[in-house]
T-cell receptor
Framework: QQQVKQSPQSLIVQKGGISIINCAYE??????FPWYQQFPGKGPALLIA?????SEKKEGRFTISFNKSAKQFSLHIMDSQPGDSATYFC???????????FGSGTRLQVQP | DSGVTQTPKHLITATGQRVTLRCSPR?????VYWYQQSLDQGLQFLIQ???????AKGNILERFSAQQFPDLHSELNLSSLELGDSALYFC????????????FGDGTRLSIL
């Protein structure tokens, strides 16, 4: 019940396109859903996060869509750029267990 | 730069040995989390400390231990190392014990020969 399932495992998008990564969870106690971006040789960097009281949050080209009833959330990267090529992780946590439960990661490649 | 500092960046050692990984949290952050990243298990939570006290445990082996010192830096001790312990070990910090977000360091890559 602590799992977060992430898809796809890898994604190739053309420059200027939209990248979409999906995550699903089972634990209804989760109340915080961040997305992290990781480049090779670096630690995960917080990209954007959402709480279940809103259905969408946008920061620049990055948008999280959240569907509480379906227990799903997704990351949309608009106007994808080659510099966005990285591995993206969704995660979740709750007040009782603040440690993050991570998805398995999506390797995004944006082709010029 | 996240402000979280981890040393060393790389560590190569042999089976059966013991190593210590060090983490300095962001200025002002009281919570430190340790995570392990491996190809087969992904990113897994190991342990959390808040202001010097253990707050939560995850999938941490008995051979592993950690502590947080009065100056808030933390150390992860790995003993009786096995080949399967080869992984990236990340430290993250946050302001409080329940607050988010968590900011990650660049990790220590541990290789067991």
């Amino acid at each position: 019940q602590q799992q977060v399932k992430q898809s796809p495992q890898s994604l190739i998008v053309q420059k200027g396109g939209i990248s979409i990564i999906n995550c699903a969870y089972e634990n209804t106690a989760f109340d915080y859903f961040p997305w992290y971006q990781q480049f090779p040789g670096k630690g995960p960097a917080l990209l954007i996060a959402i709480r279940p009281d809103v259905s969408e949050k946008k920061e620049g080209r990055f948008t999280i869509s959240f569907n509480k009833s379906a227990k799903q959330f997704s990351l949309h990267i608009m106007d994808s750029q080659p510099g966005d090529s990285a591995t993206y992780f969704c995660a979740a946590s709750n007040a009782g267990r603040r440690a993050l439960t991570f998805g398995s990661g999506t390797r995004l490649q944006v082709q010029p | 730069d996240s402000g979280v500092t981890q040393t060393p960046k790389h560590l190569i050692t042999a089976t059966g040995q013991r190593v210590t990984l060090r983490c300095s949290p962001r200025s002002g952050d009281l919570s430190v989390y340790w995570y392990q990243q491996s190809l087969d298990q992904g990113l897994q939570f190991l342990i959390q400390y808040y202001n010097g006290e253990e707050r939560a445990k995850g999938n941490i082996l008995e051979r592993f231990s950690a502590q947080q010192f009065p100056d808030l830096h933390s150390e992860l001790n790995l003993s009786s190392l096995e080949l399967g312990d080869s992984a990236l070990y990340f430290c993250a910090s946050s302001l409080g014990q329940n607050n988010q977000p968590q900011h990650f360091g660049d990790g220590t890559r541990l290789s067991i020969l």
